[in-house]
């Protein structure tokens, strides 16, 4: 059974940082791309930030220069460090997992950035 379970948001101010985790279960994980997505109120599904197996980044120009996406395949684990919040960036941030036509989701987390 494949899990990907998150960690990591909260309500933090304009300016503030977050690191969000993502722990994956029941995946070869250095094989599965991995990635996070953030969903706001009343918008669709969006891509933050992905990382591939072979270290690959890719970033949505939203973020680009804020938020780092890295990986740690001993740990099963990615992560999504995020700095200079704003109040664009509240959503429900989850975890993204692809191997092919394979593809898994988070339950996600709640990130709320107050100005």
């Given at each position: ?7 990591g ?8 940082s ?98």
């Open positions: 059974q494949v899990q990907l379970v998150e960690s948001g909260g309500l933090v101010q304009t300016g503030g977050l690191r969000l985790s993502c722990a994956a279960s029941g995946i070869t994980f250095s094989l599965n791309t991995m990635g996070w997505y953030r969903q706001a109120p009343g918008k669709q599904r969006e891509m933050v930030a992905t990382i591939g197996i072979g270290g690959t980044l890719n970033y949505a120009d939203s973020v680009k220069g804020r938020f780092t996406i890295s990986r740690d395949n001993a740990k099963n684990t990615v992560y999504l460090q995020m700095n200079s919040l704003k109040p664009g960036d509240t959503a429900v941030y989850y975890c993204y997992s692809r191997r092919m036509v394979w593809e898994y989701w988070g339950q996600g987390t709640q990130v709320t950035v107050s100005s």
